[in-house]
């Protein structure tokens, strides 16, 4: 079992960038294929990006294909999120998760792990 903390969350004005972080503790973070969630008030959560264990593989949503970048350190036992080119429509609650599985899923059911989630509020 994994437990994951989330942090970097926070308030930024459009067009800005901020970075988040996902600190993994317990079972080998290695192990895990990594990603990231968001949800939205009142719509569903949606996926944002995925990097498999060893960091080979990489999935992006559409919708931040190019400004969003996904990494990961496995020394530290930590994903990171770097987002740039922020809209308010970014303006979610974010969540890290993880899954143990061979494949990389894009769906948040394939998930067993998640972090707590933490606002990021992009201003216009």
């Known amino acids: 079992q994994v437990q994951l903390v989330e942090s970097g969350g926070g308030l930024v004005q459009a067009g800005g960038s901020l970075r988040l972080s996902c600190a993994g503790s317990g079972r080998a973070f290695t192990h895990y294929n990594m990603a990231w969630f968001r949800q939205a008030p009142g719509k569903e959560r949606e996926f944002v990006a995925v990097i498999s264990r060893s960091g080979g593989e990489t999935y992006y949503a559409d919708s931040v294909k190019g400004r969003f970048t996904i990494s990961r350190d496995n020394a530290k036992n930590t994903v990171y999120l770097h987002m740039n080119s922020l809209k308010p429509e970014d303006t979610a609650v974010y969540s890290c998760?993880?899954?143990?599985?061979?494949?990389?899923?894009?769906?948040?059911?394939?998930?067993?792990?998640w972090g707590q989630g933490m606002q990021v509020a992009v201003s216009s």
């Open positions: 998760a993880a899954d143990l599985r061979f494949v990389v899923y894009t769906t948040a059911a394939q998930y067993s792990y």
